[in-house]
């Protein structure tokens, strides 16, 4: 099969579409299909901050929304044109990666099936691009139903969202939690101390790692605020964050006020490939989601590689964290945007390094079984399939 992935965002880039887009790419090459991606990296620069970002920006300044939905149109527009120039491949089917993308590729009269990673107007209201009821988010919520309903067929990658679009749009989606590529993520302690050298973290200091993007959903303040009480049992703990986003102001002030200089490190956007390095020479990986304007995480592509490269794992119990992560089996689960819990989970497994190996052994084992991305390949080639009827 001969199969389009397109995207009106940009590819590769830090976060966890891009990681979905690219690990299901090597699950469905794997089995033998022809994939390729398109997205609004394949835009040329000029056209990019001319005719979408340049716009978006000054609109936004006359009323917060409307850029946003005039850059997703642009984009669409791109998608569009991008996808009739590559006719000539004769695609069997496209998997759009969000509403504006199932728009444009609805439009090629190729076959198309979406799949929806998120909330997408909630998720606008909660990074603070638009107002919640306003007249933006009503068109964005509009743009959503019409994509929904013109698919063949809709994935959500878990069962909440899958809720979420019958309940906005009438249509039935498939839930396929999101994967791994389990040959990637493997547990790889055994170079710890040669990867601390190599990334100048101290060999012998207990390593808190946060991968997560740093927007108000990812909870990524509440990792900072924990800290200080984490120093009290654990003093010599390092804090590691691998991302960008809105929040980095609101964490640089916690860090400021409570003189953690010394203890964090904000790595920014960094590579897949160091993200996995970063998770082996870690002791706990934290990913401390919340809820925020109606938006829950879903199944955290983090949260999985964490469990998958034998970092033991302390999640909140939101969204799809609490279908993958057994409270004390093979993870720690804490109530959101509390401290108290965070902070003790967290010290718990930096005190008990052996409690903490146990843990993340079932977790390797899960994944193994539940997440991989071969089995996720063939779980979507039954629906292109269907699509396709």
């Given amino acids: 099969m001969k199969i389009l992935i397109a995207t009106a965002y940009d590819y590769p880039h830090a976060g966890g579409l891009s990681t979905h887009v690219a690990t ?24 990019r ?21 005039w850059s997703h149109k642009m984009r669409q527009r791109f998608l569009k044109a991008l996808i009739e120039k590559n006719k000539d491949k004769q695609y069997d089917i496209i998997n759009a990666q969000d509403p504006f993308t199932t728009l444009a590729a609805l439009e090629s009269g190729i076959p198309t099936v979406s799949t929806v990673h998120g909330y997408m107007t909630f998720e606008s209201v909660s990074k603070g691009s638009m107002d919640e009821g306003s007249t933006e988010a009503k068109i964005m919520q509009d743009i959503e139903v019409q994509a929904y309903q013109g698919t063949r067929k809709i994935i959500t990658v878990d069962q909440r969202l899958r809720d979420y679009v019958k309940d ?20 790889n302690k055994t170079k710890k101390a040669e990867l601390r050298k190599t990334y100048n973290v101290d060999v012998e200091a207990p390593v808190i790692f946060v991968p997560r993007r740093l927007t108000k959903k990812n909870g990524v303040i509440y990792p900072a605020l924990a800290l200080p009480q984490i120093l009290k049992s654990v003093p010599n703990a ?5 991302g960008s986003g809105e929040a980095l102001a609101n964490i640089k002030e916690i860090v400021a006020e409570h003189k953690l200089e010394e203890h964090v490190t904000l790595l920014g ?6 993200v996995k390095d970063y998770y082996a020479l870690s002791d706990v990986v934290l ?24 970092s033991p794992l302390v999640a909140c119990a939101v969204g799809g964290l609490k279908e993958i992560v057994i409270n004390g089996e093979d993870g720690i689960l804490v109530e959101e945007k509390n401290v108290e819990e965070l902070a003790e989970a967290t010290a ?12 993340a052994d079932k977790a390797r084992a899960k994944i193994e079984q539940d997440y991989s991305h071969i089995a996720a390949a063939k779980k979507y080639l039954e629906i292109y399939e269907s699509a396709l009827k």
């Fill in 269 to 274: 956007a960094v590579s897949h490939d160091t």
């Fill in 24 to 47: 299901l790419q090597a699950g469905l090459e794997a089995l033998g299909h022809e994939v390729d991606v398109l997205s609004f990296s394949d835009v040329s620069p000029i056209s």
């Fill in 49 to 69: 901050k001319l005719l979408a970002q340049g716009p978006s920006f000054l609109l936004n300044k006359l009323k917060r929304g409307k850029g946003i939905i």
């Fill in 348 to 359: 718990y497994l930096l005190q008990n390094p052996e409690k903490g190996q146990e843990m």
């Fill in 238 to 242: 390092q804090l590691i964050y691998a």
């Fill in 168 to 187: 906005l749009s009438g249509v039935q989606g498939t839930a396929v939690s999101n994967f791994i590529d389990i040959h990637g993520f493997e547990p």
């Fill in 287 to 310: 990913v401390p989601s919340v809820h925020s304007a109606g938006v829950e995480e879903a199944t955290s592509i983090s949260a999985l590689e964490a469990m998958g490269s034998g």
